[in-house]
């Protein structure tokens, strides 16, 4: 039955029964934490033959360029026609950088704040600019946007993607909105991929700024845990049948696919986009890490190389996202506190617990020792309105470990629930 169809005495009995399971929880002393989305180190262990892939006296390119040295801001074109068929996207429109997709999306504002963009009519700083914000979403998009100065704007979500009525409202009226986050496949946090029908339908809409931009963060593109896999889309294609082709800046990296802090990040866009932006990195760097981008196509070998590779990672991540299911399903089925999701890839799983106690979850669950992203984090300015969604990541923790974290959460979840229902 579910707690909100008890009596208070039956209530009470719940909480009674959770404050104990609790208390057993805590006293097993973890100290876990499942913050953020980082690979274990069985998957970081995956790749390191990239540690050997480049040695003396074989420091050259496909092309004969010695990576040692200066030059080629563009990347290796080598790993960019691994990544670039991976992403669909060709070679020539896409840049291989330094090791942070992060980066590169500060970069690409901070160019259009300080010169605009190539259809615009003016630097963005020269007046008012705000970012639609997918909700739930990544903090870290959030947190970039703000620090540059956009004001953020939530836009909700469903099984397609942004909700295409409300995002449409928004641009129409507003010409300092400038862009929207998108995570368009296995999104951050819900797992969630963008329809073909949603994209095309955001790529050809009409915005009051006529230099809007769609952040396209694939992110998690290749990390399928199962199949049907989430097709990969021809954003650059479909923008341009859209006639909007310098709508899209697209960003990815392979820093969940082989080292985290030591891959390689990749930026496309429009031809126009690509000169645009390397006219003005070009200011600011001389080139990339080209020893890197040589161990990692050595390493890969081709875009089926990469294929092989997360095939590998997947066997190792699937078996933690199902531990943390079944906990979840065991501790908490029929009680009516709590719905998760079950992506198909990515890195998290998303918890929604009763309005009013993610936050008292999250507290609940760090004095216990096991620590979780702030209630909060999957929304602007760290602020959930309904105080109900939290992200887990199970990927870094060791399978035993997860499941351990997983059963006391859905502990903190029924108390919490108890607690809130009784207090209403």
Request: proline fraction near 6%.
């Amino acid at each position: 039955m579910a707690l909100a169809d008890l009596s208070r005495t039956e209530l009470e009995a719940e909480l009674a029964a959770a404050d104990e399971a609790y208390s057993a929880f805590a006293a097993r002393g973890l100290a876990l934490d499942i913050t953020r989305g980082k690979p274990g180190v069985d998957q970081l262990d995956l790749s390191d033959a990239l540690l050997t892939a480049v040695t003396g006296g074989d420091t050259r390119s496909r092309d004969g360029v010695d990576v040692r040295n200066y030059g080629g801001l563009e990347g290796l074109p080598e790993i960019r026609e691994i990544f670039g068929e991976l992403l669909r996207i060709p070679a020539e429109q896409l840049l291989a950088q330094g090791n942070s997709s992060l980066t590169l999306m500060h970069q690409a504002l901070s160019f259009a704040l300080l010169h605009g963009t190539v259809d615009g009519d003016g630097p963005w700083a020269g007046g008012p600019r705000r970012m639609l914000c997918p909700v739930p979403g990544y903090d870290r998009h959030f947190a970039l946007a703000e620090a540059l100065g956009f004001e953020l704007v939530s836009v909700p979500t469903d099984e397609e993607g942004p909700v295409l009525s409300a995002v449409e409202e928004l641009v129409a009226a507003d010409p300092s909105i400038k862009g929207m986050w998108l995570v368009p496949m296995y999104s951050n946090p819900t797992g969630v991929s963008l329809s073909e029908e949603r994209a095309r339908a955001v790529l050809a809409m009409e915005t009051a700024a006529p230099d809007f931009r769609l952040l396209w963060d694939n992110a998690y593109g290749i990390h399928h845990l199962r199949s049907p896999e989430a097709p990969m889309l021809d954003v650059l294609g479909m923008a341009q049948d859209a006639g909007r082709p310098h709508r899209v800046w697209v960003f990815a990296s392979t820093s969940k696919i082989t080292h985290a802090g030591a891959g390689v990040a990749f930026f496309a866009g429009s031809p126009d986009t690509i000169a645009w932006f390397t006219e003005h990195l070009g200011a600011g760097s001389i080139g990339p890490d080209k020893i890197n981008q040589l161990r990692h196509a050595r390493f890969f070998g081709d875009a089926d190389g990469v294929r092989r590779h997360m095939a590998r990672h997947a066997e190792l991540i699937r078996p933690k996202f199902e531990i943390v299911t079944e906990k979840l399903e065991a501790g908490l089925a029929g009680a009516g506190a709590a719905t998760w999701t079950d992506p198909d890839g990515g890195y998290f799983i998303t918890l929604t617990v009763m309005p009013g106690t993610a936050d008292r979850v999250v507290k609940l669950a760090g004095e216990a020792g096991v620590k979780l992203t702030p209630a909060g984090s999957t929304h602007p300015y760290g602020l959930d309105p309904d105080d109900a969604v939290i992200r887990i990541a199970p990927t870094m923790p060791t399978l035993d470990e997860v499941a351990a974290a997983a059963e006391g959460l859905a502990v903190c979840v029924r108390r919490a629930a108890c607690e809130k229902l009784l207090a209403d």
